[in-house]
């Protein structure tokens, strides 16, 4: 059984900064891509930023310049580092990983980023 553990989110005023962890428990895991979607009220999941295991990331357009994605692939884990936050910015963000062996996703339990004056 795979989990993945998240920690950050919480509330920010709009411009401020939060960091979101996510790691995966299984060490043998063979990571093909991690990464963040969120989910806005009434929206469809997003993604949000990921990174490729050997390195390659990709973001939404409407994070670029703003957020970050790092990974450690041994330690199995990844960081979004979510800076000049936006009301717009506020969901639930859900890490993510894909197996390279199976081609299969995992998901998080999902962290609640809000961003309010």
């Known amino acids: 059984q795979v989990q993945l553990v998240e920690s950050g989110g919480g509330l920010v005023e709009p411009g401020g900064s939060l960091r979101l962890s996510c790691a995966v428990s299984?060490?043998?895991?063979?990571?093909?891509?991690m990464g963040w979607y969120r989910q806005a009220p009434g929206q469809q999941r997003e993604l949000v930023a990921a990174?490729?295991?050997?390195?390659?990331?990709n973001y939404a357009d409407l994070v670029k310049g703003r957020f970050t994605i790092s990974g450690d692939n041994a330690k199995k884990t990844v960081v979004l580092q979510m800076n000049s936050l936006k009301p717009e910015d506020t969901a639930v963000y859900y890490c993510?990983?894909?197996?390279?062996?199976?081609?299969?996703?995992?998901w998080g339990q999902g962290t609640q980023v809000t961003v309010s004056s």
């Open positions: 990174i490729i295991s050997g390195g390659s990331t």
């Open positions: 299984r060490s043998s895991f063979v990571i093909a891509s």
């Open positions: 993510y990983v894909r197996s390279r062996l199976t081609g299969l996703n995992y």
